[in-house]
């Protein structure tokens, strides 16, 4: 949408018949956006070839799950000059790799140079309203993240650029993890002091191990830490937030999943920053006790009291 109103032809590319027909014939992708008219510059096919002809840029946004496998399919369909653009926050399942790395992989004719992460504090609901929103795309080449700012910017959508490709995929995977806390401690009944500590606390052990994987620490700082941090934490908006406030009605983890009907990257976030932090060496308290809520059974209540009750230390002390 954010294209089309900058004056762009969009092709939307959509397994879904049905959903490609919506749009074409009705403008509209109710689904996801309710009864929100869509601009008629946006087309939809089912085909890739079609979707990816002519094209000055791929923007990827599929979970990070599917990453791989679309990445793969796009291959035939590119050029050299063609901008790639993701806005997946999430890394990949097994190999722990982020999502440029995983595009990387499938498509080693692109040059690193061509691709660009867009990542901040932006819920798709809002953004479709044009309410002002703000976002950080970030690439080793400022060329590309610079093109990337032109094709995006608008009066509603202010877009910066970052060079820390690193800091940028980790910040806006990490914050899930956080946002699910949050929504546990909220409908644990947990006031206001307790999703500042979260947050705080919770932004402190993202940059150590964004700072260890090789990130540039102030952009945890930035749109792409703190700033998405905050939107995902306190908005009726995040999924993340509202799986964590179902899983502390006791609703089962799967059957949360079911009930979202859309991706809760956090779930899969979390195991991946628990193997990433022992990797690392790095210490991620909240992290730890979130795995074992979600994977263990461990009680939010029994979490949040073995959190409080942690050995007294320094703030600043890195472990
Ligand atoms: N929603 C938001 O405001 C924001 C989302 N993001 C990130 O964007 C990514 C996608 O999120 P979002 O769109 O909200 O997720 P949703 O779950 O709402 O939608 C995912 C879409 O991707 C499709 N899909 C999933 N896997 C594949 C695959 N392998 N091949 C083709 N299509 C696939 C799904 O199709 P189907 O229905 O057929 O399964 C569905 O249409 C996530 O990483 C999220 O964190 C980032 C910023 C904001
Ligand atoms: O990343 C987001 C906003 O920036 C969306 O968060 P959720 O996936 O929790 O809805």
């Not at 901008?83 to 722990?96: M, N, P, R, Y």
């Not at 060496?281 to 979130?290: A, C, G, N, Y």
């Amino acid at each position: 949408a954010v294209l089309a109103d900058n004056g762009k032809e969009v092709w939307l590319w959509s397994r879904n018949e049905e959903q490609v027909k919506e749009i074409n014939d009705k403008h509209r992708n109710s689904r996801f956006l309710g009864e929100t008219e869509l601009s008629p510059q946006i087309k939809a096919t089912s085909s890739l070839q079609e979707a990816l002809f002519n094209a000055q840029a791929a923007v990827l946004v599929v979970p990070s799950s599917g990453m791989r496998e679309v990445a793969a399919q796009i291959r035939p369909f590119l050029t050299k000059e063609m901008l790639l653009i993701h806005a997946t926050k999430g890394f990949e399942t097994g190999t722990l790799k982020r999502m440029s790395a995983v595009i990387s992989d499938e498509l080693p004719e692109i040059a690193a140079e061509r691709i660009v992460v867009l990542s901040g504090p932006s819920h798709a609901e809002e953004v479709i309203r044009q309410c002002p929103t703000t976002v950080v795309v970030a690439a080793h080449d400022l060329d590309a993240a610079e093109a990337a700012q032109d094709l995006f910017i608008n009066p509603y959508f202010r877009v910066y650029t970052n060079p820390d490709i690193a800091g940028v995929e980790i910040g806006g995977s990490l914050k899930n993890i956080i946002a699910l806390g949050a929504g546990l401690t909220d409908g644990l009944g947990f006031g206001d002091n307790a999703k500042a500590a979260l947050l705080t606390r919770g932004l402190a052990e993202i940059a150590r191990l964004g700072q260890a994987m090789g990130a540039n620490a102030q952009t945890f700082a930035g749109l792409a830490g703190l700033g998405d941090l905050i939107v995902t934490c306190t908005s009726k908006h995040s999924r993340n937030w509202r799986a964590g406030y179902m899983l502390a009605q006791g609703e089962p983890l799967e059957q949360v999943l079911k009930e979202m009907g859309m991706v809760v990257e956090g779930v899969k976030t979390t195991k991946a920053a628990y193997e990433l932090s022992r990797f690392f060496k790095v210490s991620m308290p909240i992290t730890d006790e979130l795995y074992s809520v979600l994977f263990e059974g461990k009680s939010p209540k029994i979490a949040v009291e073995d959190l409080m009750g942690r050995l007294r230390k320094h703030e600043m002390e890195e472990i």
